[in-house]
């Protein structure tokens, strides 16, 4: 068992003359690279891999991924062998997330995009793991049931550590996932998503992913940027004066755009004064990395 993640109070004018605590879980501390929700999702699956006598884990992600990297590091520290399906045309060793996952062993497999769209087909998962000879599926972004139970210990921490649930808890998301694990657990606390990705989709997909009745919650899809990965100039100047006015890096795909939502329906006025808001740094930072070497240094980025 870990230590908790520590919950931090955010100080701005905007909040104290709002009337607002803000507060951030911030789980990104949690590893360098087994971080945020990664780590929530990954500790029952390696706990069930273990449990089970299980051999060898086959999952899928992308070339610049959180899920890959944080699979890579984990697989290492806990002697798993484990192989990555990867979407993209090959091992590229100016990918530092790749680079970082192959020096720590995982097995890199690419396959083209018209495959990797099966990712989610039975048939097209046995045949891979027949060819690998895995014993273990961990689906794209590592969200499973195992997964979901990682991220409602999320709900029980901020409950304990602030004495009581919070009016709103603010995540990003991406399958959902995660967002799904924490509306399982809340009771009182209203639970807004911010989709990373483009579409009206997320709150049914959050929905289909729970195995039981989720309360009523809020999907912003208005956030997103243009899609998953793409950027404008405001979120990367938002990014850049997050940091410097409260010392927290945030990456350009899920949490920038979530704390950017955050702040503008805080200028909306959309909650009521005296409300409590806790913000899940979900981590993500490896790939501020991998972001800077595509679109030149935009952004503050983890030395890892
Ligand atoms: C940093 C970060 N935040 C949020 C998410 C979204 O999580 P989920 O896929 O569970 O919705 C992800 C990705 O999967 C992520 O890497």
Redesign the pocket.
């Known amino acids: 068992m870990l230590p908790l993640s520590p919950i931090q109070l955010l100080e701005s004018e905007l909040y104290t003359k709002k009337k607002l605590q803000v507060w951030v879980k911030r789980d990104e501390l949690i590893h360098p690279l087994i971080s945020?929700?990664?780590w929530r999702?990954l500790q029952y699956n390696l706990e069930a891999f273990k449990q089970l006598g299980k051999k060898h884990l086959l999952s899928f992600g992308g070339a610049f991924?959180?899920?890959l990297l944080a699979l890579a590091a984990a697989a290492q520290k806990h002697q798993i062998k484990a192989t990555i399906i990867i979407r993209g045309d090959g091992y590229d060793d100016h990918n530092p997330t790749l680079r970082l996952a192959r020096e720590m062993g995982l097995n890199l497999v690419f396959i083209d995009r018209a495959n990797y769209k099966k990712r989610e087909d039975p048939a097209f998962q046995q045949q891979l793991m027949d060819q690998y000879q895995a014993d273990f599926l961990l689906p794209e972004?590592?969200?499973n049931a195992w997964?979901l139970k990682g991220?409602r210990t999320l709900v029980d921490e901020i409950t304990f550590q602030l004495s009581a649930e919070p009016d709103f808890i603010c995540?990003?998301?991406?399958?959902?996932?995660?967002?799904?694990g924490i509306l399982e657990q809340t009771k009182q606390t209203k639970v807004l998503v911010f989709p990373?990705l483009k579409g009206d989709f997320m709150e049914k997909a959050i929905r289909n992913i729970s195995k039981t009745k989720l309360p009523t919650f809020q999907c912003f899809n208005q956030y997103h940027f243009g899609g998953y990965a793409k950027f404008k100039p405001e979120l990367i100047q938002f990014i850049n004066q997050f940091h410097q006015a409260h010392n927290i890096l945030l990456?350009p795909?899920?949490?920038g755009k979530m704390f950017f939502g955050l702040e503008d329906l805080i200028q909306q006025d959309y909650f009521p004064e005296g409300s409590s808001i806790v913000a899940i740094h979900?981590?993500?930072l490896q790939?501020n990395l991998g972001f800077n070497y595509r679109f030149g240094n935009l952004i503050p980025s983890p030395e890892l």
């Open positions: 945020g929700n990664k999702k991924s959180n899920h972004g590592g969200t997964a991220c995540v990003a998301a991406g399958t959902g996932g995660t967002s799904a990373a990456d795909v899920y949490t979900t981590g993500g790939g």
